[in-house]
């Protein structure tokens, strides 16, 4: 049975940084994609950061580019999601997506394959 397993999220105050760890199990996931995506309340979920199955190749959204790096250990299944300068707006609850699909499908709205996590909480306090 595949597991999606997130932690790391928390309260912050503005300016301060997290690190969201995934780590999935069950089966191989040496030739998928992992990515992050956020729901706030009230909101639909939207796409944060995805890393190709090689772990060379990052996409963010334009909202945390800059300020976010997702990288990946592909030997664990673990992908990670650093977050620094973190605003208000960046509260939301974070899930972790792997799929054999590319980033320009994941990161389109209303994307919906592959695995999911239950999610972590991230609240940034002003």
Known sequence: QVQLVESGG????AGGSLRLSCTASGRTFSTHAMAWFR????NE???????????DIPTYAGSVKGRFTISRDKDENTVFLQMNSLE?????????NVAQAPITLMSQNGYDRGYWGK????????
């Open 10 to 13: 928390g309260l912050v105050q």
């Open 39 to 42: 729901q706030a309340p009230g």
């Open 45 to 55: 979920r939207e796409f944060v950061a995805g890393i190709n199955w090689r772990g």
């Open 88 to 96: 208000p707006a960046d509260t939301a609850v974070y899930y972790c």
């Open 119 to 126: 999610g972590t909480s991230v609240t940034v306090s002003s």
